[in-house]
C-alpha cells in the first residue's frame, strides 16, 4: 500500500514541479534533469510515469486545468449583473488557486497547438456556463445574438491577462468595482433586448 502511495505521491510531485517549472521558464526551457531535480525523483522515474515531457505537459492541462462550471449554481434569478458577477468570482477564484498553471496556458498557447486546443475548450465551456446563466437569470426572452455577446464580452472580461497591476488613479480589470460596471452596462444592453414571456 505505501508503495502505491509513495507513486501516486511522486507522480504527483512532478506535475507539481512541471507546473512551476513551465510557467517560470516555458516548456522549451524546461529540461528533463531540471524537472526531476525539482521534483526530487530520479530522471528515470520521470519517464516511468511520462514517456515524453511533451505527456507531462498534455497530464498537467488535463489533470489540473477545470473546465468544469455548473451556471446553475451561479444563476441569481431576474439579476444578470449578479449573475455575472458570480460567475466571474468563480473563474477568478479558480484562477488564483491555480495561477501557476495559468501562466503555463498563457505562455505556451501561441506556441503549442495542444495547448491552445486546451485554452479553446475552457473558452468555449466558460461561454456555454455564461450563456446558459445569462439567459435563466433574465426575466424574459432575449434576442440570440445580444446573448451570445454578452457572454462572449464576459468570457473575455475575465480571462483576460491583466497587462499592468491597479495603481491610484487605474482600476484593475478584475476589481469587483470594474467587473460590477462591465456586468451592469452588459445587462442593461441585454435587458433592452429582451422581450416579456
Known amino acids: 500500500m505505501a508503495d ?3 507513486r501516486v505521491h511522486a507522480r504527483s510531485r512532478i506535475l507539481d514541479a512541471a507546473e512551476v517549472l513551465f510557467a517560470r521558464h516555458g516548456f522549451d526551457g ?32 488535463a489533470e489540473r486545468l477545470s473546465t468544469a462550471l455548473d451556471p446553475e449554481t451561479l444563476i441569481a434569478p431576474g439579476d444578470p449583473v449578479q449573475t455575472l458577477v458570480n460567475v466571474a468570482d468563480r473563474v477568478l ?27 479553446t475548450r475552457y473558452r468555449h465551456a466558460l461561454h456555454d456556463a455564461i450563456e446558459r446563466a445569462l439567459r435563466a437569470s433574465l426575466p424574459g426572452t432575449v434576442d440570440v445574438h445580444a446573448l451570445r455577446a454578452a457572454a462572449a464580452a464576459w468570457s473575455a472580461t475575465i480571462t483576460a491577462r491583466p497587462l499592468e497591476p491597479a495603481s491610484a488613479d487605474r482600476r484593475h480589470l478584475h476589481e469587483a468595482a470594474s467587473l460590477r460596471a462591465i456586468a451592469r452596462l452588459l445587462s442593461v ?9
Not at 503555463?104 to 501561441?110: I, T
Open 189 to 197: 444592453g441585454l435587458l433592452s433586448t429582451t422581450m416579456a414571456s
Open 93 to 119: 477564484g479558480d484562477r488564483a488557486a491555480s495561477a501557476v498553471l495559468r501562466e503555463v496556458v498563457w505562455h505556451e498557447a501561441h506556441i503549442r497547438p495542444e495547448v491552445r486546443e486546451v485554452l
Open 30 to 61: 524546461t529540461s528533463t534533469a531540471r524537472l526531476a531535480h525539482a521534483a526530487g525523483v530520479p530522471k528515470g522515474l520521470l519517464f516511468y510515469y511520462f514517456r515524453t515531457k511533451q505527456d507531462i505537459l498534455t497530464a498537467l492541462l
Open 4 to 6: 502505491d502511495t509513495d
